[in-house]
């Protein structure tokens, strides 16, 4: 079992920024491929980026590309969401998931623990 748990969400306007921090606790942190995911009201959740054990590669949907980095601290057990230039369109709840994988999954259904998620709301 692993528990996640987000912070960091908020209120930023348009072309602001915001870092997430998915804290995790359980089995050993490194042994997971860690994700986030968004869901914005009324539409299906959505991948958004995703790295690897050890940090080395990571993966990110084409709407965040180049504004979106995603980062882990093994030795905190805390994966990080850097979030610059930020849209109305990225206001969502976002969620850390955790899969046991060896490559990245961009499928929700490929995670196997999920945080409660944090808010994030951009206005314009």
């Known amino acids: 079992q692993v528990q996640l748990v987000?912070?960091?969400g908020g209120l930023v306007q348009a072309g602001g920024s915001l870092r997430l921090s998915?804290?995790?606790s359980g089995r050993t942190?490194?042994?997971y491929v860690m994700g986030w995911f968004r869901q914005a009201p009324g539409k299906e959740r959505e991948f958004v980026a995703a790295i690897s054990w050890g940090g080395s590669t990571t993966s990110?949907?084409?709407?965040?590309?180049g504004r979106f980095t995603?980062?882990?601290d093994n030795a905190k057990s805390t994966v990080y969401l850097q979030m610059n230039s930020l849209k109305p369109e990225d206001?969502?709840?976002?969620?850390?998931?955790a899969a046991v994988s060896g490559q990245l999954p961009t499928?929700?259904?490929?995670?196997?623990?999920w945080g409660q998620g944090t808010q994030v709301t951009v206005s314009s």
């Open 6 to 8: 987000e912070s960091g």
């Open 22 to 24: 998915c804290a995790a």
């Open 29 to 31: 942190f490194s042994h």
């Open 60 to 65: 990110y949907a084409d709407s965040v590309k």
């Open 70 to 72: 995603i980062s882990r």
């Open 91 to 97: 206001t969502a709840v976002y969620n850390c998931a």
């Open 107 to 113: 499928s929700a259904r490929r995670y196997n623990y």
